[in-house]
């Protein structure tokens, strides 16, 4: 019996394979990304499937902005407006214990956000659907480590923000 020439096995092999590796990856994503949001609705106190997450990258720093799908949604509302005022106050402390919590890593940028806390300004304000911390430094780690942080939120909760400098 005459094997098939190494080249064209390996091709076949990953064109009966690769499909199914790239379905398990595209299920595993989905699963922690489920596990986020579950987290996410824990720590933050609002329904993650109810409200939407936007980060910004600008060049004096960033923003975070949640806000409701649902302008009648009042509930997710109100916790969006309390936790948003308290995650800025937490912050500005130097303390970022809460998105280590919800993303069950280490997230880029914070150490560095916390050593440099009193050269970086959060301002929480409220916004028609919901709330935004907007975040402002003129040190030039601080706004490093800062577009690491906003990058990461972007990547882990998805939400499609680009992952690059924009207008404020």
Do not use: C
């Amino acid at each position: 019996m005459r094997l098939a020439h190494p080249i064209a096995l390996a091709a076949a092999i990953v064109a009966v394979i690769g499909p199914s590796t790239r379905a398990a990856q595209t299920a595993a994503a989905s699963h922690q990304h489920a596990d986020l949001d579950v987290r996410g609705a824990a720590v933050m106190g609002f329904d993650q499937a109810k409200t939407v997450h936007h980060f910004r990258l600008h060049a004096d720093g960033g923003s975070i902005e949640v806000a409701v799908k649902d302008p009648a949604d009042r509930a997710d509302l109100d916790a969006i407006r309390g936790h948003l005022p308290h995650i800025a106050q937490l912050f500005q402390q130097g303390r970022f214990d809460l998105p280590m919590l919800v993303h069950d890593t280490t997230v880029p940028g914070t150490a560095e956000l916390s050593r440099l806390a009193s050269v970086v300004r959060y301002t929480y304000v409220e916004t028609p659907a919901g709330g935004r911390v907007d975040i402002v430094s003129a040190n030039a780690e601080a706004l490093a480590a800062l577009h690491r942080f906003l990058a990461f939120q972007i990547a882990d909760h998805r939400t499609g923000d680009p992952p690059s400098i924009t207008p404020r």
